[in-house]
């Protein structure tokens, strides 16, 4: 028997059809009927944020750590534009939340009533789809589409607008979930084409000089296994991009670390060097490309990727391959095994020995260990490179680590060694600062066992820091690192190399908080430490059974002048990057 | 390049803007743009003329065909194709100049579609560059008025665009 529902009941309903567990959001006038919808069940638990933007990323959190979507409620007017942010850090890194925001009702719709805005119109550029609901007895297919929508083909984020009427509890109807989705102008690709992959196979097996470039696209299709699988049997390099981290094993010895911008010597070498690219759920972006004329000069592309328009945008693909990127390296791996099994020697083992012999020098020579430009700060201050590798090692590189945006991130990114996918979470597209602790919170609710670490830096940790009052509230165990140089490092850094060290507006040291108190005042553990010494007795307790259930956070206050290196010559190749501190210099790319 | 492309459309409220809105995001130009509900009511059909070279040309098509509401997209000047644009010109008619205006659409094959004592208003089919020629042509004749509807086009032959 069909029941009987109010618009605002059918929303909840469907959203408990579709397994939600956690609903991050904000009540207001508008979300009234739905928040009365919520009070009246129990199986989705609503979580109170403290800002409706940290509510986008701890959906988004939850997504990435899950690969299941992420839900959002917030109200119309104010409520829908603080969502805005999250949207778009979702849209570039192609995660799935879905943002319900109320709407005023649709007799006053147009009429600049209380709390009204355009919220379809005002988030269009940034979702892959969005919904403005007309009537309530299209609610359930709409949320059905929605979360098939978000979470198929390349995934990405949803906005549903309700306005206030379609949820009146007084007008009920037949609720009725379809089970099925029918869209006749949406059909992701399921397969890559046969011929282009036997195209690709043929070409791996030939190069001389191979490097396989992965991106989120491994991370979210699913397709580390298989990435790893194509790797082993090839023996081929392998570097992953600030989004795909953890999508190749950080530790194996196949393994170049991250390239680009901030990427390894070795890797962004090899890239430069190649004759084959094998691209696979990456995008060419301009922080892994550098001057895309003078990228890799003598190197065939290949591209997987599951968006056709992602591919040849930046870089001519030579054979590109549209599909799911586990369908296709499944395929993949298969022919590669079929043909290694035939005749082993169909790669050119001396040409591939050769090559590692040159990834290796680069690697000795200048790799991220190659000196001992991390062992002391200046004065004998504290190396941010110290404390990522203090919460690795109390880790035992098994949490998920969220990050803000800035120096901190990239060290995040090029010590902490992931080895699996889904662990590393960061705003990579958009580079949201305030990103890290929500998303923390959104990895933590889904993972209520597993340690979560959130690397930030105090910049960033502030412009969402209200939130340690929500991890009161739902005693979240979250581990937070503040690596804090008092400064907006990495605005500071680009002044330091190209504004000949005018730090125009990136210091505000006479104006930070005590972290440690503030952490304190919100029932939170803190610890503050100046003394690469104390460190691993913190981690250890931090990380060990003593605060198991316990937010801790650590203000480590850190070198305040430290650089990242490697770092990309602005217009250069790939190959073209600052090592190390040189005073004077100043042609490194002018936007941050 | 000048590149005329089909484009069908669910026939739902904002998929329009959604068309629009990807051009200006990806910094795309719009030289004219027609769009009506096809004889499927289910469908609309936009005519889009745009340039780029085929680099951009292949983004544009890619971008447009992410957008969930866009069904099929087709670049009419890959292939034969027949384009036509309506217009609509109020020009001064009085005195010689009134013949003259006359003389002019017939020329073109024009209708005079409006007349009043100062005024006639001629209505013209045909390629845009034929438009553009008959403009040209009214030399010394004021024109008071132009209103052009865009660009439409169809394939020639046995090709459609259908789902
Ligand atoms: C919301 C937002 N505003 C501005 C920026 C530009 N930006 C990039 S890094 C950075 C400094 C970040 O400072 P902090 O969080 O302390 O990190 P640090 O670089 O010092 O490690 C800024 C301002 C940004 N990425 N996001
Ligand atoms: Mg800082």
């Known amino acids: ?102 709407q005023v009702p649709n007799e006053v719709i147009g009429t600049d009533a209380f709390q009204e805005t355009d919220m379809v119109g005002v988030s269009r550029p940034v979702v892959k789809h969005s919904y403005m609901v007309k009537s309530a007895d299209e609610i359930p297919r709409i949320v059905k589409e929605a979360f098939y929508i978000a979470s198929s083909g390349r995934p990405g984020p949803i906005v549903i607008d309700i306005p206030k009427d379609t949820t009146d509890p007084n007008e009920t109807f037949d609720y009725d979930y379809p089970e099925t989705v029918s869209l006749r102008s949406y059909s992701p690709a399921t397969r ?15 190069a001389k000089r191979p490097v396989i470039y992965t991106g989120g696209g491994i991370v979210q299709g699913e397709a580390g296994d298989m990435l790893t699988a194509i790797a082993r049997m090839l023996g081929y390099p392998v570097t992953n991009t600030l989004m795909g981290l953890g999508g190749y094993p950080g530790t194996d010895r196949q393994f170049l670390g991250m390239l680009g911008m901030h990427g390894t010597f070795e890797a962004n070498m090899a890239m430069h060097e190649a004759d084959l690219i094998f691209a696979a759920g990456a995008r060419f972006d301009d922080r892994v490309t550098n001057n895309p004329t003078k990228f890799a000069p003598d190197a065939k592309v290949i591209h997987v990727d599951i968006d056709p328009a992602a591919i040849s945008k930046i870089v001519n693909a030579d054979i590109p391959i549209v599909g799911p990127v586990s369908e296709v390296l499944t395929e993949m791996a298969r022919l590669i095994d079929a043909a290694l099994e035939e005749d082993p020697e169909r790669i050119d083992r001396a040409a591939i020995d050769a090559w590692w ?187 060990g059974p003593k605060h198991k259930d316990d937010l801790v956070f650590i203000d480590a206050h850190i070198d305040p002048d430290e650089h990242v290196y490697p770092m990309a010559i602005k217009g250069g190749s790939m190959a073209d990057m600052v090592l190390e501190r040189e005073p004077g210099r100043d042609d490194i790319r002018e936007d941050v | 390049m000048r590149r005329l492309l089909a484009i ?15 051009f200006a995001q990806r910094n795309y130009n719009i030289e004219t743009l027609t769009v009506a509900p096809t004889e499927d009511s289910t469908l ?89 020629a008959f403009i040209a042509a009214l030399g010394d004749t004021t024109i008071l008025e132009v209103v052009r509807s865009g660009v439409s086009g169809i394939g020639r032959g046995e090709k459609i665009l259908s789902l």
């Open chain 1, 1 to 102: 028997m069909t029941e009987r529902l109010s618009g605002g009941e059918m929303l909840i309903r469907a959203l408990q059809d579709e397994g939600v567990e956690y609903v991050f959001g904000y009540p207001g006038g508008a979300a009234l009927h739905i928040y009365d919808a919520v009070f009246k069940q129990q199986r989705i638990e609503h979580i109170l944020v403290r800002h409706e933007q940290a509510a986008t990323h701890m959906a988004d959190g939850y997504a990435r750590s899950t690969g299941k979507p992420g839900v959002v409620l917030v109200t119309s007017g104010p409520g829908a534009t603080n969502a805005i942010t999250g949207l778009a850090t979702a849209f570039m890194d192609s995660t799935p939340i879905i943002v319900i925001s109320a």
């Open chain 1, 192 to 206: 890559g084409h046969g011929g282009q992959i036997r195209k690709a196979v043929a070409a791996l097996m030939r």
């Open chain 1, 357 to 543: 012999g040159r990834i290796d020098r680069w690697r000795r020579t200048h790799g991220l260990d190659h000196d001992q430009r991390h062992r002391a700060g200046t004065n004998g201050a504290m190396l941010p490179q110290h404390v990522i590798q203090a919460v690795y090692r109390a880790t035992q590189g098994e949490a998920y680590v969220t990050s803000d945006v800035g120096q901190h991130q990239m060290f995040a990114a090029q010590y902490y060694k992931f080895d699996a996918p889904r662990r590393w979470i960061n705003s990579g597209g958009l580079g949201t600062m305030g990103f890290g602790l929500p998303a923390a919170m959104g990895v933590q609710f889904a993972h209520p066992h597993d340690t979560v670490a959130c690397i930030t830096g105090e910049g960033s940790f502030m412009m969402n820091m209200q939130e340690l009052s929500t991890c009161m509230q739902y005693a979240l165990p979250i581990k937070i690192v503040n690596l804090n140089n008092q400064a907006l490092g990495m605005v500071k850094q680009w002044q330091d190399m190209q504004y000949g060290g005018r730090h125009s507006h990136s210091t505000y040291r006479d104006a930070l908080p005590d972290f440690k108190a503030l952490a304190e005042s919100f029932g939170h553990v803190a610890y503050r430490v100046d003394d690469v010494g104390e460190l691993d007795g913190v981690m250890a307790d931090t990380f």
């Open chain 2, 8 to 22: 069908l459309l669910e026939n739902e409220a904002g998929a329009l803007s959604r068309v629009v809105g990807l």
């Open chain 2, 44 to 132: 609309s059909r936009v005519t889009l003329l745009t340039y780029g070279d085929a680099d951009r040309i292949e983004q544009i098509t890619k971008h447009l065909n992410r957008l969930i509401e866009v069904v099929k997209v087709v670049d009419l000047t890959d292939g034969d194709h027949i384009e036509r644009e309506i217009m609509l010109v109020k020009v001064r008619a009085v005195g010689e100049g009134r013949a003259e205006a006359k003389r002019m659409s017939d020329i073109f094959r024009g209708q005079i579609v409006d007349m009043t004592a100062d005024a006639y208003t001629v209505q013209l089919t045909g390629p845009s560059e034929k438009l553009d």
